[in-house]
């Protein structure tokens, strides 16, 4: 069973910076395309950010020069820092990784308060 394990979300304020961390478990992703993806109320998943197993980046417009997506794939985990937090950037953020399917994380709450 594959099992996308997700750390690092909680509550910060405006400005602040947060580290989110996703270990995939039970498939080696070395070579395949991760990424985050976040997630509002009544709202579609977005593509926040991806990397392919390269290091070739694709950042949402909104996130770029504040975001940066990495990876380690020896440990088979991607990670998303986070800066320059705003109001905005509060949604469920959803580790993806990319296969035959695409398997998801459980997701983690970011809370950016004003």
């Known amino acids: 069973q594959v099992q996308l394990v997700e750390s690092g979300g909680g509550l910060v304020q405006a400005g602040g910076s947060l580290r989110l961390s996703c270990a995939a478990l039970g498939r080696d992703f070395s070579s395949n395309i991760m990424g985050w993806y976040g997630q509002g109320p009544g709202k579609q998943r977005d593509l926040v950010a991806r990397i392919t197993s390269g290091g070739s980046i694709i950042y949402a417009e909104s996130v770029k020069g504040r975001f940066t997506i990495s990876r380690h794939n020896a440990k088979n985990t991607v990670y998303l820092q986070m800066n320059s937090l705003t109001p905005e950037d509060t949604v469920v953020y959803y580790c993806?990784?990319?296969?035959?399917?695409?398997?998801w994380g459980q997701g983690t709450q970011v809370t950016v308060s004003s």
């Open positions: 993806m990784a990319r296969a035959w399917i695409d398997y």
